[in-house]
């Protein structure tokens, strides 16, 4: 069964074509035809024709729908395309849209290609023969897997394109050719927005199998220290050999990423995860030390909450991702000790209810341990981790003490009464039945005076 934006990008085409115009695919949807991969995002280009004339064709076959009409971009309702005329773009300033655009449907195939950022990204199907248009070798390129920049005059007018060679490396599992890397180096990312950064960094720790390559693309680019510098600083801090004969916690870190990834589409905030893995041993940076000939980087998870907060901060205003990062990175060791302490289930328990995500937590300590080489291997405590999660959400079933029952006992609310609360969770926690909790709670309610039952 044919794809029905796949139909109408073949019947604008043709109306196209009865005008005297050329429709093209353009941009990843041609690199990922190429490769027999998918992609949903179809993005068509139109040439040789007016900007009345392309939308009467559109209006003649549904409702369209004008994204940026001075564009010259618009979509058709019910269908997921884009449909774009070419497009000039003067540089007027440093920052990502520092832009004059301005819609010229006749500058040909070459210039239109030009103004895009890599050359498999500047390849044109045409939509009718299927003949693809390729003015920059961007198939070879993309055979030979290599991010290469099309032109110096235009890549250095977008920053953003620092971190998309770098994405499209960590995606693509390609190298990033070494003119590029070396174009890369002289540009400056200040001006760039968090949600540019965040939306390319996203892209990286989310549709990639390896987003090590991603961080490592731009520590070969020395692009780390505007938006990454937290990162940064773990870059030749030891660790003991002991546990991490991979070297230093940069090493280790892009090792537990890469592990992460086994994980991502387990848990309920896969790219919060993905930061975690990245920010867990921020801490290290600045408490490690050798004690009595041994390195060390003691409550490391305590003392880089501040880094990872600032790290956070720098990328989002989403508080709710800031937090869910800040609790797994303060609690990722905590999993892995109890396990190999078999510790009670009050304790489990207790961490549990402290996370954001158990689920998360647990894969995260997994992650951590299998991302370093030791010399004794590390085996995940699965059954542990899963029985134990069993017997909190058991436990969090079953009814318990609320502030309506200590109210029918006789109490009055109070200022302490968000202690007693609290007194009674704990009780719920160790697994004391709700009409046992209710009983102690009140007597220790008795106790603070607050209570005479």
Not at 104 to 126: C, H, M, P, V, W
Not at 156 to 174: K, T
Not at 243 to 272: C, L, Q, S
Request: glycine fraction near 6%; charged fraction near 25%; aromatic fraction near 10%.
């Amino acid at each position: 069964m044919t794809d029905k934006n796949i139909d109408m990008a073949v019947k604008i085409a043709s109306l196209v074509s009865q005008q005297g115009g050329t429709a093209y695919y353009v941009g990843g949807y041609v690199r990922d035809r190429i490769q027999h991969k998918e992609n949903k995002d179809i993005d068509i280009e139109i040439h040789g024709i007016y900007p009345h004339q392309l939308e009467a064709i559109l209006d003649s076959l549904g409702e369209r729908i004008s994204i940026g009409e001075s564009f010259g971009i618009y979509n058709l309702k019910g269908y997921s395309l884009d449909i774009a005329m070419p497009r000039k773009e003067d540089s007027r300033g440093v920052g990502h849209k520092d832009f004059e655009i301005y819609v010229d449907s006749f500058i040909g195939t070459y210039k239109a290609a030009q103004r895009r950022d890599f050359t498999f990204n500047a390849l044109l199907e045409d939509i009718l023969t299927g003949n693809i248009i390729d003015h920059f070798g961007g198939v070879d390129d993309l055979n030979n897997g290599i991010i290469r920049h099309i032109s110096d005059k235009t890549f250095i007018e977008d920053p953003l394109r620092v971190l998309r060679a770098a994405q499209f490396a960590a995606r693509f599992n390609y190298s990033v050719a070494t003119e590029t890397v070396e174009l890369c180096r002289q540009m400056d990312l200040s001006s760039l927005s968090r949600e540019r950064i965040i939306g390319e960094l996203e892209k990286a720790m989310l549709k990639s199998d390896k987003p090590s390559i991603f961080f490592e693309s731009l520590r070969q680019m020395n692009q780390l220290s505007v938006w990454f510098p937290e990162l940064e600083q773990t870059i030749g801090v030891k660790q003991n050999p002991k546990h991490h004969a991979e070297g230093d916690v940069w090493t280790h870190t892009m090792m537990v990423a890469d592990v992460a990834v086994r994980y991502r589409d387990k848990v309920i905030n896969p790219f919060g995860f993905m930061l975690s893995a990245i920010t867990h041993d921020f801490g290290k940076a600045l408490c490690t030390e050798s004690v009595n000939g041994e390195i060390h980087a003691y409550n490391h998870e305590i003392v880089g909450l501040p880094l990872v907060e600032a790290f956070m901060k720098r990328l989002t205003t989403e508080k709710s991702l800031i937090e869910y990062v800040m609790n797994l990175s303060e609690f990722h060791m905590k999993p892995n000790v109890l396990a190999a302490d078999n510790s009670s289930i009050k304790s489990t328990n207790k961490l549990f209810d402290r996370s954001v995500d158990p689920e998360a937590l647990i894969y995260l300590a997994v992650s951590d341990g299998l991302g370093k080489i030791a010399p004794r291997e590390y085996v995940p405590y699965d059954d542990f981790f899963k029985s134990r999660l069993e017997i909190y959400r058991e436990y969090m079933s079953r009814p318990y003490v609320m502030g309506r029952d200590l109210i029918a006992a006789g109490m009055s609310p109070s200022e302490r009464f968000s202690e007693y609360l609290e007194y009674a969770h704990k009780l719920r926690l160790a697994g004391v039945k709700k009409e046992s909790a209710l009983q102690q709670t009140l007597a220790y309610a008795g106790k603070k005076g607050d209570y005479e039952g």
